[in-house]
């Protein structure tokens, strides 16, 4: 017998797959029959990097303001590194985010040590 919480958990879990794969699946089926405008593909490819980005300043934003030392900046810093080194040499999205949160989170308990 599922209790309350479990079909809490998955109705939202079935919510959100539902979010994420109608588009794409309305998508292709639209793409069968005629191409999208080239202006729409263009800001199409340019959201996923956008939203990246604004969430990485969301992210960052109390760091850099309100610096209490420099560990969480220099850890930041590094994971950037080894996630721009992992993608150019080995591809991918999966390893390079794997080993940049890896890299992150070792470095900030070295350096701040741990919470």
Not at 22 to 41: G, I, S, Y
Not at 76 to 98: D, E, H, N, Q, S
Request: hydrophobic share 55%; with cysteine.
């Amino acid at each position: 017998m599922l209790s309350r919480l479990d079909l809490i958990v998955l109705l939202c879990g079935l919510g959100t797959f539902l979010l994420r794969w109608l588009p794409v699946w309305h998508a292709r089926r639209e793409r069968q029959q005629r191409p999208p405008p080239v202006v729409l593909q263009r800001l199409l490819r340019a959201i996923g990097p956008a939203a990246i980005t604004s969430l990485l300043v969301v992210s960052l934003w109390p760091i850099v303001t309100q610096p209490e030392n420099g560990a969480p900046i220099l850890a930041v810093g590094l994971a950037l590194l080894v996630m721009v080194i992992v993608k150019r040499f080995k591809g991918g999205i999966a390893l390079p985010t794997l080993l940049g949160a890896a890299t992150y989170g070792g470095a900030l308990h070295f350096l701040a040590g741990p919470i």
